[in-house]
């Protein structure tokens, strides 16, 4: 099996649905983007950022109660976590990023085991 090198520290099966489904070609530029941004995450904590999500496809996303306008669903979006840093924290450390104009600005929501982060190009912020 292929598996293309997205940036120094993430690769395109990482984003594979959890169905088994991989990325369309249609999306890979969307997921690029996000895996540069998780790039610039991943060299400031220096630490592995562990992608829990990825990509979704529609049938996988209806099945787990996904938003209907999921950004997982057009590749734009990552569920992750570091080891040893608690969600709150990410989602801060985060968010410095996008303001010091680091990472793209997107939605970030904060779960109690793990961040999500998109490159919708907007503002989202929520907490579950």
């Known amino acids: ?17 959890h169905d088994g489904t991989g990325v369309p070609w249609n999306l890979v530029e969307n997921v690029i983007k996000c ?6 995450l991943r060299d400031e904590v220096g630490k592995a950022v562990t992608l829990i999500s990825g990509y979704r496809n529609k049938t996988y996303n209806t099945k787990i109660d996904g938003s209907r306008n999921s950004q997982h669903m057009l590749g734009l979006a990552a569920d992750i976590r570091v080891n040893g840093i608690r969600p709150m924290e990410l989602a801060s450390l985060i968010e410095t990023l996008i303001k ?20 919708r190009g ?5 907490e579950r």
């Not at 099996?1 to 649905?17: A, G, S, V, Y």
């Not at 907007?122 to 929520?126: D, E």
């Open 1 to 17: 099996m292929i598996d293309p090198q997205l940036t120094k520290n993430f690769h395109i099966k990482e984003w594979r649905c």
């Open 35 to 40: 895996a540069t941004n998780l790039q610039v």
């Open 100 to 119: 010091d104009g680091r990472m793209m600005q997107g939605g970030l929501g904060t779960y109690s085991s793990f961040v999500h982060y998109d490159c």
């Open 122 to 126: 907007t503002k989202a912020r929520w």
